[in-house]
C-alpha cells in the first residue's frame, strides 16, 4: 500500500503565501505524475496543477502565475507554492499521486486533505 501524507495548510491573510508539502511512503517503486487538487465547500474537486515525474507541470488558469508546484524524486515529495492567496483559494488541499508499487501493480492515491483558508 502507498500513503501520502500531507502538511502546510493554514490560516493567511490575502496577499500571503502558504508552502504545501506531500510526501509518500509505503511499497513504491516509482511515482509517475502527482498533483493538487482542492475542493472548496459546495463545489467539485478541482485539479490546481500536475507535475510529471520528469517535471513538465501543468496549472489550472486562476492559479498560473501565483502558485508554483515541485517535486522531490529522492524523497517522494510533492510540493505547493502558493504566493499572493486569494480568498477564492480557501478549500481543502488533497495530494494525488500515481505510483507504481514493487509488485508492478498501479495506484491512483490520495492524501487525507489539508485545509487552507484565506481572509479578505
Known amino acids: 500500500q502507498v500513503q501520502l501524507v500531507e502538511s502546510g495548510g493554514g490560516l493567511v491573510q490575502a496577499g500571503g503565501s502558504l508552502r504545501l508539502s506531500c510526501a509518500a511512503s509505503?511499497?513504491?517503486?516509482?511515482?509517475?505524475?502527482m498533483g493538487w487538487y482542492r475542493q472548496a465547500p459546495g463545489k467539485q474537486r478541482e485539479l490546481v496543477a500536475a507535475?510529471?515525474?520528469?517535471?513538465?507541470?501543468n496549472y489550472t488558469d486562476s492559479v498560473k502565475g501565483r502558485f508554483t508546484i515541485s517535486r522531490d524524486n529522492a524523497k517522494n515529495t510533492v510540493y505547493l507554492q502558493m504566493n499572493s492567496l486569494k480568498p477564492e483559494d480557501t478549500a481543502v488541499y488533497y495530494c494525488?499521486?500515481?505510483?507504481?508499487?514493487?509488485?508492478?501493480?498501479?495506484?491512483?492515491?490520495w492524501g487525507q486533505g489539508t485545509q487552507v483558508t484565506v481572509s479578505s
Open positions: 507535475i510529471t515525474s520528469g517535471g513538465s507541470t
Open positions: 494525488n499521486a500515481d505510483v507504481t508499487t514493487i509488485i508492478d501493480t498501479t495506484e491512483s492515491t
Open positions: 509505503g511499497s513504491i517503486f516509482s511515482i509517475n505524475a
